[in-house]
């Protein structure tokens, strides 16, 4: 089975600033995909960023991208000059290659951007 | 097409009584995925379908709950003799298997059992 952990229940950050969101997972899988889907207040969950296990290279999506540590099972989110339309829940999520098909999700961070 | 759609958005529904939520995928898409949000969680797997076979059912889809896909194309979710503890959001998701593995979601259908 798998497992997704996301330690941050809530965080804030001013505008324009820096912030990263953890996560870590477990799996038995060797094929796995890694994602962070953002869930705006009241809106539909929509994917920021994925990333294939067997790639060792971080994936990056504009100003989002991930710090993926294999070896240690974490895969954090960083967001670059963050603003407002940032503000959401955010979820990390796993799905292996073949097998298990459906998405495993952590309990998520709420992200509040601040003016 | 624009995305995965459901209907309807909201729904409330006395104890009891039974309800059906319909999704609509991507075109395209051959996978269909069920899950099921409570208020501060993540979402939980219910079931999935490929085409129009339903090829996994989470325990957490009781005997109550049933769901078809005819035609491998829109899906529904029907809940019978619901409970207040049905009270959730129902997501919808679609993919196209062997392309890539990024399930698109819908907007949801929020049930309130009252």
């Known amino acids: 089975a798998q497992t997704v952990t996301q330690s941050q229940p809530e965080m804030s950050v001013q505008e324009a600033e820096t912030v990263t969101l953890s996560c870590t997972y477990d799996t038995s899988e060797n094929n796995y995909y890694l994602f962070w889907y953002k869930q705006p207040p009241s809106r539909q969950m929509i994917l920021v960023i994925r990333?294939?296990?067997?790639?060792?290279q971080n994936a990056t999506e504009n100003r989002f991208s991930v710090n993926f540590q294999k070896a240690a099972k974490s895969f954090s989110l960083k967001i670059s000059d963050s603003q407002l339309g940032d503000t959401a829940m955010y979820f990390c999520a796993t799905i292996s290659n073949f097998g298990n098909e459906k998405l495993t999700f952590g309990t998520g961070t709420r992200l509040t951007i601040i003016p | 097409d624009t995305g995965v759609s459901q209907n309807p958005r909201h729904k409330i529904t006395k104890r009891g009584q039974n309800v059906t939520f319909r999704c609509d995928p991507i075109?395209?898409?051959?996978?269909l995925y069920w899950y099921r949000q409570t208020l501060g969680q993540g979402p939980e797997f219910l079931t999935y379908?490929?085409?129009?076979?339903?090829?996994?059912k989470s325990r957490l889809l009781s005997d109550r709950f049933s769901a078809e896909r005819p035609k491998g194309s829109f899906s529904t979710l029907e809940i019978q003799r619901t409970e207040q503890g049905d009270s959730a959001m129902y997501l919808c998701a679609s993919s196209l298997k062997g392309v890539e593995e990024t399930q698109y979601f819908g907007p949801g259908t929020r049930l309130l059992v009252l």
């Open positions: 379908f490929q085409n129009e076979a339903q090829l996994e």
């Open positions: 990333q294939e296990a067997y790639k060792q």
């Open positions: 075109s395209e898409h051959n996978r």
